[in-house]
Every structure is written in C-alpha cells, then in structure tokens.
C-alpha cells in the first residue's frame, strides 16, 4: 500500500489539481494507492502518525503531495517508523526541498517513476527542542531552522497563508514578507555552540541552520553546497 498525503491548498491549488492527473493513472490503482486530505495546519502530521502506527506492516511509502510545510509535517508525524520511505511530489510555493535534493521531474512524470522505479536518499536530519524543554518532543526539520529575522519573515508568510491571501506572483511571497518584517526588526541575544566553539551573548539579526543550499522559495545559501546526506 503507498499512502498519499494531500494538502489542497497548497501552491494555490496546484496540489490538488496534480492529485487528480494522478488519481487518473493507472498505476495509482495498480500500486494500491489511497489518498487522505489535510484540511489544516498540524494535520498532515496527525495522520502521518496514524497511518504508520495501523499499517505499518504493509505500507510501501508516505507519498507527500504538497509543500515543505506538508513535508515537515509528515516527516515528524512518521518518526517512530524510519524504515517506510517518505516521497515528496513537491506543488508549494517555496520547494526548497526538492530544489536541494536535486528533483527535476515534477508532477504526474515524478509519481510514476516513485512508484515504478524508486531512488532512495537517507538524509540527516536537523533537531530541536521546543522552548528549549524536553517534555515538548524534539523535533525534526528537513531544510533549515531560522531565528530571529528569518523566524518572523516565515512567521509572516504562514499567517499569510492561513489569512487565505492570494498574491499575484508567488515569486514575490517572501520578498514582501521580507519588507514588511525588517521595519520592525530588532538583534536578538543567542549563546552559540559550533563545532565546540561557544560563543556567549552574541547579538544577531538573524540565524539560519542550514540543511541544505537553498531557503526562502530558492534563495542559495553558498555557504552549503549539497545537500546534507548520504545515497544508499
């Protein structure tokens, strides 16, 4: 069995209108693939959750059709089973994940070649602890983790998102919500540990720990050229 994970309203409906193209293939009946919709934010995790505690037995793969948000979500809702391969058909706005992963093919073309001819990357994952307590779960993130500036510009494009905005160009998403966050900026005070290096009492606009070399919808980080993983 393949689970698909759909968020709809991802990419302005571009997942949803790919998930048809593909619900019409015949390998989506051949491979014995089911679909579940997400229908708000934390879902998708929630039902990565569920479906791997019922079929983790005769689960194939965790197909994701959606953006990095979907993607995040569902990695950390499927942590406890790290052997069920998590796909991803990326339809967001920013795909940073396939950007870093090298994806070229999109759509209808990537899910039959998931699904018939499969190539498989164990990745690194990045972690941390939410408010810096314990009893919250340590988290899992694919990308990158940002603080400060780069906190509040992605803080302002999901409020965004969830508002059901609609912007005209989606190239133009974090831009804007780059200008509207820097006039109210302000540093922010962080202990650093790197490499067993610490530094106490840095001020700082902005931090980014990176996974891989792009963030913010494409933006390059040049400071991480490949993605942090391993091909098996």
């Keep these: 069995?393949?689970?698909?994970?759909?968020?709809?309203?991802?990419?302005?409906?571009?997942?949803?209108?790919?998930?048809?193209?593909?619900?019409?293939?015949?390998?989506?009946?051949?491979?014995?693939?089911?679909?579940?919709?997400?229908?708000?934010?934390?879902?998708?995790?929630?039902?990565?959750?569920?479906?791997?505690?019922?079929?983790?037995?005769?689960?194939?793969?965790?197909?994701?059709?959606?953006?990095?948000?979907?993607?995040?979500?569902?990695?950390?809702?499927?942590?406890?089973?790290?052997?069920?391969?998590?796909?991803?058909?990326?339809?967001?706005?920013?795909?940073?994940?396939a950007r870093g992963l090298g994806l070229r093919e999109r759509g209808?073309?990537?899910?039959?070649?998931?699904?018939?001819?499969?190539?498989?990357?164990?990745?690194?994952?990045?972690?941390?602890?939410l408010h810096g307590r314990k009893r919250n779960g340590t988290r899992l993130f694919l990308n990158s983790i940002g603080f400060g500036l780069d906190g509040r510009i992605a803080g302002r494009v999901t409020k965004s998102r969830n508002k059901g905005k609609r912007r005209l160009f989606s190239s133009l998403t974090y831009p804007a919500a780059l200008l509207a966050s820097i006039r109210n900026s302000a540093p922010i005070k962080v202990d650093l540990d790197i490499d067993?290096?610490?530094?106490?009492?840095?001020?700082?606009m902005m931090l980014t720990i990176a996974n891989h070399p792009y963030f913010g919808g494409g933006d390059e980080d040049s400071a991480a050229r490949r993605?942090?993983?391993?091909?098996v």
Aim: glycine residues 10%; contains cysteine.
């Design 108 to 129: 209808l073309p990537l899910f039959r070649n998931m699904i018939r001819r499969p190539r498989i990357h164990q990745l690194r994952l990045g972690c941390y602890d």
């Design 1 to 97: 069995m393949n689970i698909i994970i759909v968020n709809p309203v991802a990419g302005k409906g571009k997942a949803a209108k790919m998930y048809r193209r593909i619900q019409r293939d015949h390998s989506y009946k051949a491979e014995n693939c089911r679909a579940f919709f997400t229908q708000e934010e934390g879902h998708a995790e929630r039902i990565a959750r569920q479906v791997t505690e019922i079929y983790q037995d005769t689960l194939s793969s965790i197909i994701v059709l959606g953006g990095d948000g979907t993607l995040h979500e569902v990695v950390n809702g499927a942590r406890s089973y790290p052997s069920i391969p998590i796909c991803f058909l990326p339809a967001g706005t920013g795909n940073d994940f």
């Design 196 to 204: 067993g290096v610490f530094y106490p009492g840095r001020e700082i």
């Design 227 to 231: 993605f942090n993983q391993r091909r």
